[in-house]
């Protein structure tokens, strides 16, 4: 195994994984922190829903666009000095949005923040899973994803500290990117030697990782479906507006409290099946919300399990595909992954308004079928996971 997982101070090991985990959290927070400040910065000069949408997608844009070239960079400049560069180009950045009095500067730097979020996302993880031995991989990844999900939670309540108003929220999100790459220089944080993929093209390792990928699909698919109408969902269905809310968060409540359980789960147990089992809980559970919608009582806990199960899908499938693959290939997975991520952002919402159109149920049937038609992955896919 690369890197310094096979010395034998385990405080050297401790080191960089408590610091790559923090990235996560660090990640959360700019992202949380983030999409509120420009939305409403936005609407205070005075511009529509649309043109809010269309400079969030600038964002979306420029993670796309370097996807990829990341095998490219991590191999010629390596993960820690690619992480440095994007934090310190991501505080800089932040730091040119108040200085422009136009909108329209706004779209190239968000083009360039979203660029500097993808390295730091893609590779920070990508060297996480390396560095941890597979009888703890499902646990770290885990926890990973639950900080990352805890910090995008904290981010609006930072920003209600600090005040919209003024320079100081652009300022305090760039100090936090520029003490994160601070964190990446002390000597223990050794990367694993560069290696290029072992593949040329990108596209190649849909055949050599189909659940990873697909996995990363189907969450942003339903993530974005979910935290979209759910709300709406409940209140067609006759719900408050404030409980309709307190749905969504008690939903997004149980992916950040159960992933790490679950990855302990699969530390211990077959991952393959493991992944079959939570996609048929995350089917089963989606084809009860019609009847338990109608009781918040049977509701609430529904949704807690159902998300904790279902996001758990993809912290599993990539700590299985890191037991797989190692150095330029797992990067070159995380890259593709990271595309599957943008198509499936913009695709499922899209797709669930449509089927809710169709169907006061029609997210539920959305969500029960892409799940149940994952399940059947791992199930024909033995040799994937």
Known sequence: MSGYVTQPNTRIQFLPTATLILMGLVFGLVMGLGAPLFTLDLTDRGYGAGMVAANS?????????????MPLLATRLGPRRA????LVGGSVTLLLFPL???IWPWFPLRILLGAFCEIILVLSESWL??????????????????????????????????????????????????????????????????????????????????????????IAMLDGAATSFLALYAIQSGWSERAATL?????????????VPIGWVGDRTNRRYLLIILALMACGGALLWPMAIRQPALAYPLLFVWDGAFASLYSVAMAAAGNRYRDGD???????????????????????AAAMQASPHGLALFAATLCGLFALLPLLLKKSV
């Open 57 to 69: 997608m600038m964002h979306a844009l420029g993670a796309l666009a370097m996807a990829p070239f």
């Open 83 to 86: 992480i440095f560069l994007a």
């Open 100 to 102: 422009s009095s136009s």
């Open 129 to 218: 899973n390396q560095i941890t031995d597979n009888h703890a991989r499902g646990r770290v990844m885990g926890l990973y994803s639950t900080l990352l999900s805890v910090g995008i939670a904290i981010g609006p309540a930072l920003l209600s500290v600090t005040g919209r108003q003024g320079n100081l929220p652009f300022w305090g999100t760039a100090a936090i990117l520029l003490v994160a790459a601070a964190a990446t220089l002390p000597p223990w944080m050794v990367t694993p030697p560069p290696a290029a993929p072992t593949q040329h093209k990108l596209l190649r390792y849909l055949w050599l990782a189909p659940i990873a990928i697909t996995a990363t699909l189907l």
């Open 247 to 259: 749905l969504l968060s008690v939903m997004l409540l149980g992916a950040t409290v159960m992933q």
């Open 330 to 352: 797992l990067i070159a997975i995380y890259a593709l992954c990271s595309l599957a991520w943008g198509i499936g952002s913009f695709t499922g919402p899209a797709i669930s």
